[in-house]
C-alpha cells in the first residue's frame, strides 16, 4: 500500500479529488430544478475536467476546457437565460417513469464498457518530455498536436453561441407580440 503522504499517495489524493469535482459537478448540473444551477454544475463539472487534462500533462488541453467551455459555453447560456422570457406559456413535461432507471443503467454500461477497453489497453507511459508550457511550445502544439481538439472546440462555442441567439430571439418576440 502507497503511503498518503508521498508523491504517489498524494498525486492519487489529488486525482481523486479532481473526479469527485467533476462528478459533483455533474450531479448539480444534471438533478438542478433552477437553469441558473444547473449552469453553475456545468462550469464546476468543466473545472474538473480541466483538472484531469491538466492532471494527464496535457495543459494546453485543459486551459482551453477553461476558457471555452466555462468562460464563454456556460456564459453565454446565462446570457440566454437572462434574455429569454422569464415566463414561458408552457412547462416542460415531466419525463416518464423509466427516465432515470434507464439513464442509471446507461452509465452504468458507458462505465463497464470504458473499463473493460481500459483493462484490455496497453497503456504507453508519457514522454520523457514535457510541454514546459512556454508560449513557443503551445504555438507548436495547437498547429500540430492540438488541432483537432481546437476546432472542435471553437466548433461547440459556435452552436452555444447560436443556441443562445435563437432563445434571445424566441424571447423577444414572445414579449413583442404580447404588446
Known amino acids: 500500500m502507497v503511503p498518503l503522504f508521498s508523491a504517489e499517495g498524494l498525486s492519487s489524493l489529488l486525482f481523486i479529488v479532481i473526479v469527485m469535482t467533476t462528478l459533483l459537478g ?3 448540473a444534471t ?3 433552477r437553469l441558473i444551477r444547473a449552469v453553475a454544475g456545468l462550469a464546476i463539472a468543466c473545472i474538473g475536467v480541466a483538472g484531469l487534462y ?3 500533462h496535457s495543459p494546453f488541453v485543459a486551459l482551453m476546457e477553461m476558457l471555452i467551455y466555462v468562460g464563454a459555453v456556460c456564459v453565454t447560456i446565462v446570457f440566454a437565460v437572462m434574455l429569454a422570457d422569464p415566463n ?3 412547462d416542460a413535461a415531466a419525463g416518464s417513469i423509466f427516465t432515470g432507471p434507464l439513464s442509471f443503467a446507461l452509465g452504468i ?3 463497464w464498457g470504458l473499463y473493460a477497453v481500459s483493462g484490455k489497453t496497453s497503456w504507453v507511459p508519457p514522454a520523457a518530455r514535457i510541454n514546459d508550457g ?3 511550445e503551445v504555438g507548436k502544439s495547437l498547429l500540430t498536436n492540438y488541432s483537432m481538439v481546437f476546432e472542435l472546440i471553437s466548433l461547440v462555442l459556435l452552436i452555444a453561441i447560436i ?3 435563437v432563445l434571445a430571439r424566441q424571447g423577444r418576440t414572445r414579449t413583442g407580440g404580447q404588446s
Do not use: D, R
Open 31 to 33: 438533478h438542478s430544478e
Open 54 to 56: 491538466y492532471y494527464l
Open 109 to 111: 454500461m458507458v462505465f
Open 134 to 136: 512556454s508560449l513557443e
Open 26 to 28: 455533474a450531479v448539480i
Open 163 to 165: 443556441g443562445s441567439l
Open 88 to 90: 414561458p406559456e408552457e
